[in-house]
């Protein structure tokens, strides 16, 4: 098995005390379970079955079209302007490439099947992210960089060692596009900023709620692998 490494340098290119080396660290057994899960190692491979494959995407869309209200939940809290304008650019922009992508792939889904329904794993995830509109607005913009964070290296990692020719490369390319590391990296600098900022009880709740999203991002990959569901059909 390819030992787990990140094959950025970003989580640690802030500066020493910064509050991304506590959310890392937070985060990281998370991050590590992600590229040991199934749906990541048999991506890599170019094996993922379709029905997986599609599975993970219909969910995905569902999840960010509820990202997407959040991060301009955000904006419209912040009295920074450039936190503001940042957020509503995640929002409008980048969230908006990613969904385009996915519907390309979701073209090729069967012509009039009923359209999908939330996964209870998607529907945990995304519940929490608007709970955080009543914590404060430091805590609600954490809660949103696992996904940026986690995505880019997973996606970073499965880059690296993808096999050729991998028929998921059209969906991979996306999470090593500059663009979205770019992205990412204005994200933890804006967390970061926020929490220095903050008193050292939002501080400590912002790295909390780092650390269950990114659980959360660990049981979003694994739901779509395994088609966690309901026991029966409700």
Same mark, same amino acid.
């Not at 966690?228 to 029966?232: A, G, S």
């Given at each position: 098995?390819?030992?787990?490494?990140?094959?950025?340098?970003?989580?640690?290119?802030?500066p020493a005390g910064a509050w991304s080396h506590e959310a890392w660290r937070a985060g990281e057994r998370a991050y590590k379970a992600i590229l040991h899960l199934p749906f990541v190692t048999e991506l890599t491979a170019g094996n993922l079955s379709r029905e997986r494959f599609m599975r993970y995407i219909s969910q995905d869309? @569902?999840?960010?079209?509820?990202?997407?209200?959040? @991060?301009?939940?955000?904006a419209s809290r912040t009295g920074d302007p450039s936190v503001r304008s940042a957020? @509503?650019?995640?929002?409008?922009?980048g969230v908006a490439v990613e969904q385009a992508l996915h519907q390309s792939f979701l073209d090729?889904?069967?012509?009039?099947?009923?359209?999908?329904?939330?996964?209870?794993?998607?529907l945990f995830y995304t519940s929490l992210l608007k709970s955080m509109a009543y914590e404060p607005v430091?805590?609600?913009a954490a809660a949103t960089l696992p996904c940026f964070w986690i995505y880019r290296e997973v996606g970073e990692?499965?880059?690296?060692?993808?096999?050729?020719?991998?028929?998921?490369?059209?969906?991979?390319?996306?999470?090593?596009?500059?663009?979205?590391?770019?992205?990412?990296d204005l994200a933890i600098g804006l967390c970061n900023r926020m929490a220095a900022d903050a008193s050292t009880s939002v501080r400590q709740r912002m790295t909390e709620v780092y650390a269950e999203c990114s659980r959360m991002e660990w049981l979003f990959w694994h739901s779509a692998y395994t088609d @966690?569901?309901?026991?029966?059909e409700l």
């Open positions: 098995m390819t030992p787990i490494t990140s094959t950025s340098a970003s989580p640690f290119d802030a869309s @569902l999840y960010l079209g509820q990202y997407s209200r959040v @991060l301009a939940h955000i957020f @509503l650019k995640f929002a409008a922009d090729g889904m069967t012509a009039g099947s009923p359209a999908p329904r939330m996964s209870p794993a998607c430091e805590v609600e990692w499965i880059t690296a060692h993808r096999t050729s020719g991998n028929p998921y490369d059209r969906w991979i390319d996306t999470y090593a596009d500059p663009a979205f590391k770019e992205s990412t @966690l569901n309901y026991p029966v």
